[in-house]
């Protein structure tokens, strides 16, 4: 049988890091057992639409290199692939279920429903739906759909007996069926609900393993009864655990938590996120960490997935970033760098080639490089405490002495490069007996503000240029 997979978000904002997760996954094992990757889009649910959403998902999957086989934008035998255009496929199986006696219609009001809603929590019991509407004789059923009095189709769950599925994680799951409610199929407004039409398009779609979260393991027992009163072949299942936060809840943007978007925007690499997505609940069973794409298609498996839920560790995430950025071609990350510099950089000022050289080892995430370099814009206020250096020796007496001595050093540089800097400034020391710390130390300071710089003194007064870098060290010497 062909190896066919599915990823089915809803159109309701961003693709979050627990979907991109899953998306993963579903593509890691496609391409592993070189089945098809189905992307479809789930919008039977009109209200949480979001404008956009449809449009962002493409662009997030495409984004983070997840090329689907089949799907809205891209075609295939098995469409339309937005739900919403498959709408009259689903009636006439919701119907079927209703002659074979595996689903009935359901002419409560909303009103009716809440009252009894609200009695149950009275009574402290869990509310589920008492088949009222199955016991209505068959004239009453006929009466109001000929009065056209409103109606949903709800299946008729078994009340007693178990259902359950075999699930390639967390193996066999059953569940008491009469704990089941009589889950709705088909809305008032003629559409499928989630339930429903995810089980027939699957199957309509032939899909053969179905990967999702582990919040829909409750739910899965009632597809399965779905699926055998259609006389259908359910497909396997995957249930990945849920990607928290933290201990206590799970990644959620409504507090503040990154969507895959988010963390693009912010400066992090496409391939560093992949990566530490991929490990996020699933181990290569070595100690290797650093994976390509194309690695991952060919190592992944189900026998690697943690049964536990896995924390999002932004810390971690940055380490794999920095770790991409260095193995980045300098080019690449040249033309990544250059628009950041730019926000605090005036274009055309500063040799940002030489810079890039200079910042790409220390680049964790790429948002970070504008507080790292514009101190070259404008020297920044600062202590003069910030000279003293106990390894070096210095402080602001020595500071003071060593700025007075190599300021008309400095002015004697006719060739304004970084080799006649070094080799002027380091000849000059050596003749006057000082250590190098005690100069360059104070040097770098004067011209930077910052006890922390990409590249040292001689770098940064080539970058400043000849004028900026003498009337920076006027200045700081003035200040001491």
Not at 433 to 450: C, D, E, F, H, T
């Amino acid at each position: 049988m062909a190896f066919r997979t599915r990823f089915a978000p809803s159109p309701t904002g961003y693709l979050h890091l627990g979907g991109l997760r899953t998306a993963l996954y579903t593509y890691l094992l496609t391409r592993r057992n070189h089945g098809t990757f189905v992307l479809r889009i789930e919008d039977t649910d009109q209200e949480r639409e979001v404008p956009g959403a449809v449009e962002k998902i493409y662009a997030s999957l495409a984004a983070a290199g997840l090329n689907y086989d089949e799907g809205p934008n891209v075609g295939g035998d098995y469409g339309p692939y937005i739900q919403s255009q498959r709408k009259d496929l689903y009636l006439p199986y919701a119907q079927q279920l209703v002659e074979s006696g595996h689903a009935y219609y359901c002419f409560c009001t909303r009103e009716e429903l809440d009252e009894r809603r609200q009695k149950a929590a009275e009574r402290g019991e869990t509310f589920k739906y008492d088949k009222h509407c199955l016991h209505l004789s068959r004239e009453e059923r006929e009466a109001k759909l000929a009065a056209g009095v409103p109606y949903v189709i709800r299946f008729n769950m078994p009340t007693e007996g178990t259902a359950g599925f075999d699930d390639l994680l967390y193996g066999r799951l059953d569940v008491d069926c009469s704990t089941l409610d009589d889950i709705i199929l088909i809305k008032a407004d003629g559409l499928p609900t989630y339930n429903f039409a995810n089980v027939v398009d699957d199957h309509l779609m032939a899909i053969t393993l179905v990967t999702r979260g582990t919040e829909y393991l409750s739910s899965t027992p009632k597809y399965n009864l779905i699926y055998e009163a259609l006389g259908w072949e359910p497909p396997k299942y995957l249930h990945l655990p849920t990607v928290m936060a933290d201990a206590t809840r799970k990644l959620s943007k409504r507090y503040g938590d990154p969507s895959f978007e988010d963390l693009l925007d912010m400066g992090y690499l496409r391939d560093a996120i992949i990566n530490f997505i991929a490990l996020l609940g699933w181990s290569p069973r070595n100690e290797r960490e650093l994976y390509t794409m194309a690695e991952l298609e060919e190592i992944f498996d189900v026998e690697g997935l943690n049964k536990s839920p896995s924390l999002f560790d932004m810390q971690k995430l940055t380490w794999f970033n920095a770790e991409y950025m260095r193995k980045l071609p300098f080019e690449e990350y040249l033309r990544l760098a250059t628009p950041w510099f730019e926000k605090v950089l005036e274009p055309g000022k500063f040799d940002l080639r030489r810079l890039a050289e200079l910042t790409q080892s220390r680049t964790e995430v790429l948002n970070r490089l504008p507080e790292m370099v514009d101190f070259l814009a404008k020297l920044p206020e600062f202590d003069n405490e910030l000279y003293t250096h106990k390894k070096m020796k210095t402080n602001p007496e020595i500071a003071k002495d060593a700025l007075a001595w190599v300021l008309p050093v400095l002015e004697g540089v006719s060739e304004w490069t970084e080799s006649a800097l070094h080799d002027t400034i380091m000849a000059a020391i050596a003749g006057s007996g000082r250590k190098n710390g005690q100069v360059l130390w104070p040097l770098r300071i004067a011209i930077s503000g910052r006890a922390a710089t990409p590249g040292g003194a001689v770098e940064i007064m080539y970058l400043l240029g000849r004028e900026e870098t003498l009337a920076r060290v006027r200045h700081s010497l003035s200040r001491l």
